[in-house]
């Protein structure tokens, strides 16, 4: 999807276009997770953010190398900090 332009409203409000919200799955009235990463503001709606709890459980699950809950948070410090 091409940038698209919106405006910031005096009182903070931002609006996201209607093809924005489409194309990734943005309800009106839904809840979403806004976080700055590197300087930029991201986006996910709560669905999102859960698939990608489960995609990682079912990774250390799976019997991957290093599979302990020791280790599963050792990596999500080292993506807490890399994403610092």
Same mark, same amino acid.
């Given at each position: 999807?091409?940038?698209?332009?919106?405006?910031?409203?005096?009182?903070?409000?931002?609006?996201?276009?209607?093809?924005? &919200?489409?194309?990734?799955?943005?309800? &009106?009235?839904?809840?979403?997770?806004?976080?700055?990463?590197?300087?930029?503001?991201?986006? &996910?709606?709560?669905?999102?953010?859960?698939? &990608?709890?489960?995609?990682?459980?079912?990774?250390?699950?799976?019997?991957?190398?290093?599979?302990?809950?020791? @280790?599963?948070?050792?990596?999500?410090?080292?993506?807490? @900090?890399?994403?610092?």
């Amino acid at each position: 999807m091409a940038a698209v332009t919106t405006k910031m409203s005096e009182n903070g409000r931002l609006t996201i276009p209607a093809s924005v &919200r489409a194309a990734v799955g943005l309800e &009106r009235g839904g809840d979403v997770i806004v976080e700055v990463v590197d300087g930029e503001l991201h986006v &996910r709606t709560v669905a999102q953010a859960m698939e &990608r709890a489960r995609s990682i459980a079912l990774k250390i699950i799976a019997g991957r190398p290093g599979g302990t809950v020791k @280790d599963f948070i050792s990596e999500r410090r080292r993506d807490a @900090d890399r994403d610092a």
